[in-house]
């Protein structure tokens, strides 16, 4: 027979892991955003000093040096910035989930149980 309480009580038990995951993801997402508006002004900055330095170069060779070596640093920087971006994203997915994990494995154990009865 259906119970309305035991009812209620899953339907609240559900709405606090969603909650929860929801509000893991939106911290995760604020946290990646907050990163790359930072990553993105520091590449500005970075770029604007650069194109400086290149007004000021005294040759060509001068120029070409500088050029090179702004250019190993920022792609050095930009596979940094996205590898930690892609950690955040990694961890984001990690802590969406682990709200999910208790519910999952009871309704798991009580599949087992019942496949093996």
């Given at each position: 027979?259906f119970?309305?309480?035991?009812?209620?009580?899953?339907s609240?038990?559900?709405?606090d892991?969603?909650?929860?995951?929801?509000?893991?993801?939106?911290?995760?997402?604020?946290?990646?955003?907050?990163?790359?508006?930072?990553?993105?002004?520091?590449?500005?900055?970075?770029?604007?000093?650069?194109?400086?330095?290149?007004?000021?170069?005294?040759?060509?060779?001068?120029?070409?040096?500088?050029?090179?070596?702004?250019?190993?640093?920022?792609y050095?920087?930009?596979?940094?910035?996205?590898?930690?971006?892609?950690?955040?994203?990694?961890?984001?997915?990690?802590?969406?989930?682990?709200?999910?994990?208790?519910?999952?494995?009871?309704?798991?154990?009580?599949?087992?149980?019942?496949?093996?009865?």
């Amino acid at each position: 027979m259906f119970n309305f309480d035991d009812a209620n009580k899953k339907s609240k038990e559900a709405i606090d892991v969603a909650v929860k995951s929801y509000s893991a993801l939106t911290k995760g997402f604020q946290a990646i955003a907050t990163e790359a508006a930072d990553y993105s002004k520091k590449s500005f900055e970075d770029g604007m000093a650069h194109f400086e330095k290149l007004t000021n170069a005294k040759s060509v060779e001068a120029a070409f040096e500088l050029q090179t070596n702004y250019l190993k640093a920022s792609y050095e920087g930009f596979v940094a910035e996205a590898t930690k971006i892609g950690e955040m994203y990694a961890d984001l997915a990690k802590d969406a989930y682990k709200p999910y994990e208790v519910p999952v494995a009871k309704a798991t154990a009580a599949a087992k149980s019942a496949a093996a009865a």
